[in-house]
């Protein structure tokens, strides 16, 4: 199982980028997913997670960031909108996943997306 992330990029603040992440391979479902970020110097922070039909936001992009999922095609998205500078970060997908029905959860992490927002 692969994680495959996209849509980051250089922005100015106020502006807007939208995440995506699939999960690849021999997946049975990705049920636990979610986005984290880091920042040059500073550990890795949860931003989003989506778990069922209940969401969770962190550090100060409740009301700007929106997560939202596609069950069939076990994607993750991260909707950002008025961005800040101090949102520059690596953005991570984070997914709990299973390789069949009755088989074991495994967590997986995407490769990073740099999003860069300055003007």
């Known amino acids: 199982v692969q994680l495959q992330a996209s849509g980051g990029g250089l922005v100015q603040p106020g502006g807007s980028l939208r995440l995506s992440c699939s999960a690849l391979g021999t997946i049975f479902r990705c049920n636990d997913m979610g986005w984290y970020r880091q920042a040059p110097g500073k550990p890795r922070t949860a931003v989003a997670v989506?778990?069922?039909?209940?969401?969770d936001y962190f550090d100060s992009v409740e009301g700007r960031f929106t997560i939202s999922r596609d069950g069939a095609k076990n994607t993750v998205y991260l909707q950002m909108n008025s961005l800040r500078p101090e949102d520059t970060a690596v953005y991570y997908c984070?997914?709990?996943?299973?390789?069949?029905?009755?088989?074991?959860?495994?967590?997986?992490w995407g490769q990073g997306t740099q999003v860069t927002v300055s003007s």
């Open positions: 984070n997914a709990y996943c299973r390789t069949s029905r009755s088989g074991p959860r495994y967590n997986y």
């Open positions: 989506i778990s069922g039909g209940s969401t």
